[in-house]
């Protein structure tokens, strides 16, 4: 069995490589190749995956669908022709394909469209979307523009040209984030399978922790909260400025109540340098680590780490302020509260983070710096809500071990094949 893996952005491309990692667990491995349609495949090479087919780097970083300038940008950086040629590529796979031997697009409506152009049979990981953007249990949310209300109208967050693609002959799975849009697409007679979301794989903790880098205030109960600016530059440095604001507030007001401790998870993509300068210019002082380890700092009845060790901040951290997208649902998934401000983008911009609050439901409350010392203490004092959050986003995100679970679904759609 040959697999070519197409996906269509950098949390694509991790979520991808969970899958083929699990695929290179079976007992009689699949031949894997992939095609990041943005970016060059950093994460595919580094862990041994082969690059087929041609891949550059745009200008946009992979943000093109969010703003009409970044299209521009991107089509003056060659996207057309990049485009074409990797639509080339996938049919020249297709003509060297063996019966058995699948296309797995990771991703969006893109590498869909990719996977069904090339002819051959393929599979489908829906990351993007979600029904409850739409809904949740209960019923329908409201809906405002006329995009909301066509995807309203007909019944499911996949549109109707998107189910078009998942209903043709040549499509033999699909693989929604959640059970709720599984159970949509089940009902319309379309191949998908309720697996989990790998996003939730390879979040254990390392062991490292930071409880003994506090101020020394005993006395008091520990508040850990974790702050998730996001992966990419500028926008991060921007959504660190804004982060900051809302824990100086914290430590103004709080302090006297809760030894606080906060963990900053600084992404691979992320220089220290602005971060630290920032903080300096904030009052926190640096008294140990460096750019290559934990970065340790302390104010006044406060910590703040600086550290690349995401894991263990997701699971130590009683709560996050989080403006980051892949992360902030990686927290939710375990069961815990986000409190996010919209920033100026081209992420994290207002409307990402109101259909953010959508995605992921009660755990996420869109708050103002200026309120959030409210809300994080409406939330304390509230032991139910903390229970229903702690549901919820274990019900809207899954259970860890989807990437070894889809894996063995698609071992099996061969198998199926080899027996006709």
Known sequence: MKLLCISNGHGEDAIALRILQALQQQSQPPEIAALPIVGEGQLYRQHGIPIFGPVQAMPSGGFVYMDGRELVRDLRGGLLTLTLAQLKAVK?????SQPGDLLLAVGDIVPLLYAWYSGADYAFVGTAKSDYYLRDEQGWLPRHSWLERLE???????????????GRPHCKAIFPRDRLTAMGLRRRQLPAFDLGNPMMDGLEATGISWTADLPSLEDLPQL???LLPGSR???AYENWQILLQAVST????????YRLLFLAAVAPQLQRQPLQQELTARGWRLVDGSEQLDQKFEQYRGGLVLTSAFNDCLQQADLALGMAGTATEQFVGLGKPVFSFAGAGPQFTPRFAEAQTRLLGASVTLTEPADLVKAIELLLHDPDRLQIIQANGKQRMGSPGAAARIAACLMQLDAAVNLI
């Open 224 to 226: 850990t909260l974790l």
């Open 92 to 96: 020249q796979w297709r003509a060297k």
């Open 233 to 235: 530059p500028p926008e």
């Open 152 to 166: 309203n109208w007909s019944g499911s967050v996949y549109l109707p040209w998107e189910r078009w693609l998942m």
């Open 250 to 257: 914290l430590i103004a007001i709080l302090g006297n109540r």
